[in-house]
Every structure is written in C-alpha cells, then in structure tokens.
C-alpha cells in the first residue's frame, strides 16, 4: 500500500487578449488618417506568437503599419511576438482617406495560447470622411462602401450638399439586394449609376427588392435630387 494513483487535470495554457483603440477623428476626403490600436494581454500567461491583422477597404488608401508589419492583398498582418501578462503592445496604420464616407478598419488579434474571452480580439475603429462625392464599391446590405451607408452619410451631411453617389464596384454581378428598405434619399443628393466602370449607355447597377419583406421601395425626398 505504499504507491497509488490519482487524476490529473492539466489546464491548457490561457492568454486573454483585449484589443482597443479610439476613434480617429473626422476629416475631409485626401486626407491622412491613423488608426491606432492597443492590445493588453489580461494573463494569466504569457501570450505567444501574438498576431494582429486587419482588412483596408478599397475606400481607404493603405500607407503604412507599425510595428514593422506586411501589406498583401488589402489585409495588415504584424507579427508582435510575446506579450508577457499585464504587457501591452500597439499598432498603428496609416491611410489616406480616399473617398468621402463613414469608412471603417476591423483589427483583430490571436496568440498561441486559448483566449477565455475572444469577444474582446476585434475592435472596429470609425473615421468620417467628408467630402461632396462617395464611391459604393461593394454590393452589401450595409457597412462601409455599401449603397446603404452612402445613403445614410447623405443624410448626416457627411456628404456634404450637392452630394453625389457614385458607383466604382469590383467585379459583377453588379446587384444590390436590401435586406430592409433602403435610408431615404436626401435633398441635393444624385446616385448616379452610370459611373460605374463597364457602363457603355446601359444600366448595370440593378437595385433588387425580392428579399425585402413587405412593401419594398426607396423614398427621395422633395429638393433637387
């Protein structure tokens, strides 16, 4: 009776990252714009092999990024290394706002080890862009370079009067699809379909109501629109 045995249990190693950051400021069309983000490593171990990456919409014109990090195919990737508990890093990426519009950055970050709370690894960072012009270059129901946000920074004078929504999508099928109907048209406000590329005297933008329920439509408003 002088030897046994007893279970064992071995947790696997935990890391919790927070990812933050502010807000940059409003700004007008051609100009810079950082986005500037903090990861904190909560513990209670040491992170490895942390990652950070994020998706530059074609609405903004990518710069640089620091730490030293990779551009390919519109995605920012900086490698951080460990980040020891209670340890921060940062990261900050440089654009130029292209196009006027609500444009926004998603960054997100991982380590090697699991993460108790993964909610907090990604944070969207908002920046608005003014200008009289904004570009739909993707067939969304919403988000940055969607008809809906055009239509909503319309309103909310981010495009500033006369505003016009053009049209500048990648690749086609060139139909946008509103799942609910569409913010109203403000005053002094021209969509003009015809600017987007491919456009030879025929319309090939389609704006498709079959998956709005009840009475589809968009409402412009009186004014010279």
Do not use: H, M, W
Not at 4 to 18: D, I, S
Not at 23 to 40: E, H
Not at 100 to 125: F, K, M, Y
Not at 170 to 182: C, R, Y
């Amino acid at each position: 009776n002088n030897s046994g045995t007893a279970p064992v249990t071995v947790n696997a190693a935990q890391a919790e990252l927070a990812l933050s950051g502010a807000n940059p400021v409003p700004v007008a069309a051609g100009a810079a714009v950082a986005f500037n983000y903090s990861i904190l490593n909560n513990g209670p171990q040491t992170a490895t092999s942390v990652v950070f990456t994020a998706a530059v919409p074609a609405t903004l014109s990518f710069v640089s990024a620091t730490p030293p990090c990779t551009f390919s195919t519109g995605t920012v990737t900086c490698s951080l290394g460990n980040l020891a508990s209670a340890g921060t890093a940062a990261v900050t990426i440089n654009t130029t706002a292209s196009n006027a519009g609500t444009q926004s950055i998603t960054g997100s970050v991982s380590a090697t080890e699991s993460d108790p709370t993964p909610a907090n690894n990604t944070r969207t960072l908002t920046v608005s862009v003014t200008g009289t012009g904004i570009a739909v270059t993707n067939v969304n129901d919403s988000g940055t370079g969607s008809l809906r946000q055009a239509l909503l920074d319309a309103q909310a004078a981010v495009c500033t009067t006369p505003c016009t929504i053009t049209f500048n999508i990648a690749a086609p099928p060139f139909k946008i699809q509103p799942l609910t109907n569409l913010p109203n048209v403000a005053s002094s406000t021209t969509i003009d379909g015809t600017t987007q590329p491919g456009y030879s005297g025929t319309p090939i933008v389609e704006l498709d109501g079959s998956l709005l329920t009840g009475a589809p439509g968009i409402l412009v408003l009186p004014g010279t629109n």
